[in-house]
């Protein structure tokens, strides 16, 4: 077809087409609106589709030229129900707002939108800037009374329509899942067969690590029990692909407690039916997340319970003693020791796993420590941090009170005050420029007020230069009111006074024994958003990065307590040099005053070194012991034993053993015919030594139980 051949069928359709279609129309696009809610419909529905594409013919036959028929097809594939996520959409709307559309083209026109919200908003921009809408069925003017009553109706139709189709099909499933047979994710254990009938997994190795795991919680009682016992022994946990090319395969993985506990709560290992266990909020929604606002209903809210329904791994009256044990568990973990005298909880941050640390109260409340044991607790790894919470508090406490000093505060409203006379220079600046701008408007209206009429062609040049000067104006005023609008607050003389006098006082409230934890904590907060904690080597020093409210960073670093010498970060020279005193024979007591003199420190920071610290040391070093000299060469009657060697014989510690001779309850004597103030020796039979042992587990028994009764673990969160 010739070009003039074309331009003659334009000029036919121009005549024939609608009284709708102006002139103001075609000079604008015409954008084609393409959209098939799912992909699967995309591919099923490719006929739909096609016609979609037909569309930009006619428009094309409607009088619109082909470079001003824009196909916006980016929402191929996403539901209709609301514009969020469907940027194609969202962009029609905004090309109509910007008066650049003559016309929207879709096939069933409301369906362009599935929510009324959506639907009214393209319908009142499409009304307020003229552009008509059409579908197969004909073309709409939303600026006509008729036009959008017609057009609101099958809005409202289609939402209706939408709203019978969910309704009809969500009835339909509750109807299935009363009767138990509506299909569901089956947990890790049971697999459908092809006749639709639930059993259990075939797959020997899965049914019996859930047997297991149903096993060691009735034996330990604990959620973290049976994990560990599950680390320890390499114990791997079943799991069922749900998707994907690997779907319906067992995969192995590394337990944690999540896995666990969803196992120990779920009914279906009892033999149950159910539905409704997880209710969806539309509240607790996140926007774009398919699974969100999922909560949890209790037992009594479940819309289906059927209990017996497929072979069972436990009975319904264990499953409900284990889901009470749970919550117990919880309970414990929960309420014995009142929260939060811990200063810095919810504060802190790992360095390594980058989790929130832990406290934990031992000794009935009275010691703090802070702990980062996430993995420990989902996956029962070793505990990365612990930390003593007294030694952090006052450093972190030092560091507040430090940074309150009247002296630092001067510094930082010093920098406030430059901060504000930088400020005035700019503004000195921004007023040159406006005066400029209006200099400018007024020389522009003056020379187009001079101008001769007669003389139009420069009379329209300097209007035009009028009008220009005017936007530059009118575009600087808000560029200025935008730079006094972030103007930051600037504080008077006495506000600065006022800050410095309770500076002053701060230490003195900070101390005040009238001022509780509570208060402290809150005013920690108030200064400081968080603070990372990293221990190098996990030895001594503890490097702490501290994020104070306004985004200053400082940094810290202490020197904390340790519970074992060995963590010390320069024990290999102190144990050379130990080894090195003592083959020169020097007494215990003179190689703790070396050490010292050294500027060494024992576990506990800053306590020095004693003979009794130094004997520890060597003796756990394996280094041979003046103790160890001593009772070779004691003189010794039958069954007599050394504390030492007694302490490897029975398993009780060696510092108890000392206690119990100490309180008469052992029988010994001191052989004093040895060097360094003579030797303990312990008489005991057989029967002695099956009773020290029962001694000991009776109080390391009850020790167990006090300290579980105790220990209380507080999540930050
Ligand atoms: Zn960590």
Known sequence: MTQSEQLHMKDKYLAQIPSKIQMQHLSRLAIIYIRQSTLQQV????????????????????????????????????SGSNAEGR??????????????????????ISRLARSCRDWYQLLESCALFRTLIGDTDGIYDPGHYNDRLLLGLKGTMSEAELHIIKQRMLSGKKAKARRGELKMNLPVGYIYRPSGEIN???????????????????????????????VKNQIQMPYRENGGLRKGEIDWRRPNRTMIHNILTNPTYAGAYSYGRFPVDSRKKQPGQPYSGKTKAKQEDWEVLIKDKFPNYITWE?????????????????????????????????????????????????????????HAVNYGDKRCTSLQGAQLESFVEEQVLEALQPSSLQISLKVAENLS?????????????????????????????????????????????????????????????????????VMTTEEREAICQLAGDFPTIWNATTTTNQQRQQIIRLLIDKIIINIPGNAEKVDLEIYWVGSHITYGQYIRSLSKIEQISYYPELIEYVKELQSAGKSYTAIAEALNKKGWYSAKYKKPFNQGIVETIISRAGLVTGRKRRAEAANRDKDEWTCSELALKTNVPRKKLH??????????????????????????????????MSISKQSNKHWIEQNRIVIVEENPE
């Open 200 to 230: 259990k997994d075939p797959d020997q190795q899965a049914q019996e690590t859930i047997a297991l795991i149903f096993k060691l919680f009735e034996q330990y009682r604990s959620c973290n029990a049976v994990l560990n016992f599950m």
């Open 421 to 489: 006379q930088e400020r005035e220079s700019l503004l000195k600046h921004w007023q040159l420029r406006l005066e400029r701008a209006k200099y400018e408007v007024e020389r522009a209206f003056r020379q187009y007020n001079a101008a001769e009429p007669e003389n139009r062609l420069v009379a329209r040049a300097l209007e035009q230069n009028w009008e220009k000067s005017l936007a530059a104006e009118e575009k600087l005023k808000q560029e200025y009111n935008q730079f006094i609008a972030e103007q930051p607050a």
């Open 318 to 374: 264990k499953y409900e003693r284990n889901k009470k044990q749970l919550a117990m568990n919880s309970n414990k973990m929960m309420g014995v020791v009142s929260r939060g005298s811990s200063r810095l909880s919810g504060l802190l941050t790992c360095s390594k796993c980058h989790s929130k640390l832990t406290t934990r109260y031992t000794s009935n409340g009275k010691h703090l420590r802070y702990l980062c044991q996430k």
């Open 43 to 78: 591919e099923r529905h490719n006929e739909s589709t096609k016609l979609q594409y037909a569309l930009v013919e006619k428009a094309y036959n409607l009088g619109w030229s082909r470079e001003k028929i824009v196909i916006i097809d980016e929402d191929l594939g996403r």
């Open 659 to 692: 206690k119990y001779v100490r309180e008469g309850k052992l029988q010994s004597r001191v052989d004093n015919s040895v060097s360094h103030g003579g030797i303990i020796l312990v008489k005991a039979d057989e029967a002695e030594l099956q009773r020290i």
């Open 87 to 108: 940027p194609g959409f969202q962009k029609l709307v905004a090309e109509v707002s910007l008066d650049r559309v003559g016309m929207v083209f879709g096939i069933e």
